[in-house]
């Protein structure tokens, strides 16, 4: 549903709201009369872009319309992302390596699902395709996936969750341990 609301005039008993896909408002989608100074669309709009004014009544008339505002209802979710890099079930000595996913027409950001547990449980925003821990990784198997949002703020689901063995560099330092032994 769609909720338009608007400022209440001095000696209105009542408002009149006109919505439609035409600027010229030729065949209003709704044309209803309400109490109040808000109205909600039940059933809900298609997806589509919409004009919409409204003015007031009462005992006299009606009075003129306001000026004519434009909205757009988006409840369409944007696909969830293809992921590329690391390959599933790949293991890597990069450390931190970089997670990459394909671009799905119509995102504006993206989010990344990922840790040592299956389903991974930290999520990190992304403004790109890409993202890099910004330190590296303790060696062992990580799960990861990915999901998208668009502008209207629709989110897809997750991707499928893929895995990456992070292992030592063969000349890598090796790692304190937190145990002494005496």
Known sequence: TTIFSWNDVTDAASYRIQIDNQANFSSPERMQ????TSYTTNPGLADNAYYWR???LNSGGA???SEVWRITVDTLAPAAPTLLNPQNGSSSDVNPTTFE???VPGASRYEVRF???NPPIAIIPASTNRYAPSIPMVPGIYYWQ???WDAAGNMSAWSLVYTLNIISSSNAAPESSF???R
Request: proline letters at 5%; a positive charge; charged letters at 10%.
């Open 63 to 65: 009075g003129p319309w």
């Open 54 to 56: 409204v003015r007031a």
């Open 33 to 36: 009369t309400v109490g109040t």
């Open 179 to 181: 145990y002494t032994v």
């Open 101 to 103: 996913w394909a671009i």
């Open 115 to 117: 840790g040592t547990n």
């Open 146 to 148: 990915a999901r998208s």
